[in-house]
């Protein structure tokens, strides 16, 4: 595997994501109560036996650089490596040297790609929730001899349409692709039969059409021909499509659990889901582990709680009287006696906050990190570092609209967001 390397993209703004993305960048995002969502990308890679990995970054990225810096170290032999690339002027630059889009990330950083020892690389996203063995995708790529080769999920129809998707020949070539077909004529045009899908191993169970999930496996001559020849800015909305036209692009089926995290509902709905007791994603594995920074924290403390359907974190205490349900419980959370937190997700904390970090005692009305006595949290997410007081009351409502609560609040997507570093005084009620 030392003749490929994997370039994973560290997204753009954002926006979607927002509040949770207004001062850290999407993949460095919290998961799970411990993960980050970078260390999915990271940890397929390595389970793949793909140890050469560069991570381009730009928006906000300072976070998201310290948990890769400790998180990813290699032995000096073993010649892995997991190296940030961020957007940077270079002599001769202009305005135009930030990164313009994913192909152009790629573009900017194609000196580090185009090696002699290089053969073939890799693409992915860095806001991605799955599970799969690389090593299997480049097995399809070597043996059709492709220039190309896309990793394609089956999806029903209903779904299609807020996706990209692919036409395949008999051998598994790529001959179409539509982004985010609406018609039935469009999606005639694309389906593929089940039998096709069966005949690949994969139960095709109704569905017809074959999703692009944005992950690429180039070989090294195509890529920088691609990008040195052309001014394609986004891979999956011009180097693809174009490719199909003038390359052998082979498709690689997948069947696996996969979930693009690019809003504050998917984001929500994934982790909840991982809380389950037979969640669709599951977090244990003994060959394919998630990685993550090691904390060296200490064993959570739960007295006299009552704890359902959740998942909870290290370094935690969990006072008497509480109730968790459905929900997700971060590193360092502190929750004080009878609280009730169901369908939520409750980042957790950077530090403990010390006697010398405790607001002064001229400020008693701030609240110390971490969930007060008597709260009630529902439908929310909480983010890191975040003062909640006690008998507070929060719930999140499908039928409200987006906006702003106050100065430390919001409604994104029907769900209550307490941004990073918020603050909630004693009493409140939303």
């Known amino acids: 595997m030392k003749n490929v390397v994997a370039v994973v993209l560290g997204g753009g703004r954002g926006t979607r994501l927002q509040p949770l993305t207004l001062y850290r960048s999407k993949p460095a995002v919290p998961l799970a109560g411990k993960y980050r969502l970078i260390d999915i990308p990271l940890s397929n890679c390595l389970n793949s036996g793909f140890n050469q990995i560069y991570v381009l970054t730009q928006f906000m990225s300072v976070s998201l650089h310290r948990h890769i810096r400790g998180t990813y170290n290699f032995d000096i032999f073993d010649g892995g490596f997991v190296e ?23 573009r900017k950083n194609l000196r580090y790609l185009s090696q002699p020892e290089i053969d073939h690389v890799l693409i992915l996203a860095g806001d ?41 020949d008999d051998s598994g070539r790529v001959v179409g692709f539509l982004e985010k077909p609406k018609t039935d004529t469009e999606l005639n045009d694309m389906a593929m039969s089940p039998e096709w899908i069966n005949s690949r191993g994969v139960a095709s169970h109704g569905r017809d059409c074959l999703a692009s999930m944005g992950i690429y496996l180039f070989t090294r001559d195509t ?24 390359r052998q692009v082979q498709l690689h089926l997948f069947d696996g659990y996969w979930e693009d995290i690019g809003t504050i509902a ?30 060296f924290l200490p064993p959570s403390r739960v007295d006299g709680a009552t704890i359902r359907g959740s998942l909870v974190a290290d370094g935690c205490v969990i006072e008497q009287g509480t109730t968790i349900e459905n929900s997700v419980i971060g590193l360092r959370c502190r929750i004080g006696r009878d609280v009730t937190i169901r369908d939520s997700v409750i980042m957790g904390a950077d530090f403990y906050e010390s006697a010398e970090r405790r607001p002064p005692v001229n400020c008693p009305a701030m609240p110390p990190v971490g969930i007060g006595e008597g709260t009630l949290i529902e439908g929310a997410l909480v983010d890191k570092n975040c003062r909640i007081g006690a008998r507070v009351t929060i719930r999140g409502n499908q039928e409200r609209q ?18 990073k570093d918020g603050v909630i005084f004693d009493d409140w009620s939303a």
């Open 402 to 419: 987006d906006g702003t609560l106050g100065e430390h609040c919001a409604i994104r997507d029907g769900i209550f967001i307490v941004p």
């Open 266 to 295: 998917s984001f929500y709905e994934a982790n909840l889901q991982l809380a389950r007791t037979d969640p669709p994603f599951d977090l244990i594995s003994e060959s394919a582990p998630i990685y993550s920074r090691p904390r």
């Open 84 to 106: 940030i690339l961020a957007a940077q002027q270079t002599f001769g630059g202009n305005t135009e040297d930030w990164f313009q889009g994913t192909a152009d990330a790629v």
């Open 223 to 246: 890529l920088v021909a691609v990008l040195e020849k052309t001014n394609y800015q986004d891979f999956g909305k011009e180097v693809f499509p174009a490719s199909i036209r003038s």
């Open 128 to 168: 991605q929730l799955y599970r799969m063995d690389f090593a299997k995708m480049l097995e399809t790529h070597l043996a059709t001899n492709a220039d190309v080769t896309i990793a394609a999920k089956p999806v029903d129809r209903s779904v299609a349409s807020g996706l990209g998707i692919m036409r395949v």
